[in-house]
């Protein structure tokens, strides 16, 4: 904090967060006073009260968040664009969890959602807790900050999420281990039957997001195979933008949603890019 007060103003210091945790923010808000630049892999602080987003985002150039939706993916810096042009943007639907996308894609194959779940851990495409993932809350973030940089003022408590796990296996009953130890194996038949059933039907399970008017939702939709959330596998994500200008057709974004490399390339790109501001 004493770097921060001394060099913050003038040199483009960044502060950067790539916890998952809410503790942050204090330091966050202190930091935004000192004239720091901010950047964030971190959802936690853009998805607090109302209060702490405008602090947050109260010098518009000087924070990046492009890692918090879509991990590397262009997401936050196209809808910038457009929104600065005066293009509004009015719907947006997407799949926007790379491990709820892997998870589906495995589980389609036949493979048990227990053990899937436990590999998309390992392959660092899940919350330090996968309960983040699994109840909803992860894309419910993302959802939410979409919506604040739409002009929405809402919150959390505002949209509708489906978990894919009982309140009785959350984070006040059971820790994490206890959780990918036992708990989560009782959801595996279930899963299983949710996935053939909608394969009899020629669809797929996705998990959507959509924030269209004052509907924000996040949850599980079955789709049909050959459309484009439902010909997406692995971690990759899909967003699909639609505005004034991309009213038909709408603009889309896809590929890798999650994972150590494309998160971390990311925040560098969103480092590298506001030391433009400073040369
Ligand atoms: N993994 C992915 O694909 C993506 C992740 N993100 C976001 O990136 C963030 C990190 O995810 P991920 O790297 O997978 O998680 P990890 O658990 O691997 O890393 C989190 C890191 O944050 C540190 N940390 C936790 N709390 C604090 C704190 N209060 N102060 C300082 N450091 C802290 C942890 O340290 P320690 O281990 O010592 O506790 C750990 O090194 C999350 O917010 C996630 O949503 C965004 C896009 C994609
Ligand atoms: N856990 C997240 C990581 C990126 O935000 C996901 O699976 O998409």
């Known amino acids: 904090m004493d770097i921060a007060a001394l060099l913050g103003k003038a040199t483009g210091l960044a502060f950067v967060d790539c916890s998952a945790s809410s503790e942050t923010i204090r330091m966050l808000n202190q930091v935004v006073d000192m004239g720091c630049c901010v950047v964030l892999a971190n959802k936690k602080p853009l998805t607090s009260t109302m209060e702490d987003y405008d602090k947050l985002v109260s010098y518009p150039r000087r924070i990046r968040h492009e890692s918090t939706v879509g991990a590397g993916l262009p997401v936050i810096a196209s809808l910038n664009r457009l929104l600065s042009s005066g293009d509004p943007v009015h719907r947006i639907i997407g799949s926007l969890s790379g491990t709820l996308g892997y998870v589906m894609s495995e589980v389609e194959d036949g493979k048990p959602f227990s053990e899937v779940v436990k590999v998309a851990k390992n392959l660092g495409f899940t919350e330090p807790d996968p309960r983040d993932d699994l109840s909803g809350m992860d894309v419910a973030r993302k959802a939410l900050i979409l919506a604040r940089l739409l002009g929405r003022r809402i919150n959390l408590d505002s949209i509708k999420i489906e978990s894919l796990y009982p ?24 899963v299983q039957e949710r996935v053939k059933r909608a394969s009899l ?3 797929v399970l996705r998990y959507v997001c959509v924030i269209e008017g004052s509907r924000c939702e996040v949850g599980i939709q079955e789709l049909p195979k050959d459309s484009p959330l439902g010909r997406l596998r692995g971690s990759d994500n899909v967003l699909e933008i639609y505005s004034r200008c991309y009213n038909k057709q709408p603009l889309v974004i896809q590929g890798a949603g999650a994972g150590n490399d494309t998160t971390a390339a990311g925040v560098l790109a969103d480092i590298l890019d506001i030391q433009d501001l400073f040369p």
């Open 201 to 203: 039907n020629g669809n």
């Open 167 to 190: 309140d009785e296996m959350g984070p006040d009953a059971m820790s994490v281990e206890e959780f990918l130890g036992s708990g989560i194996v009782s959801l595996d038949n279930d």
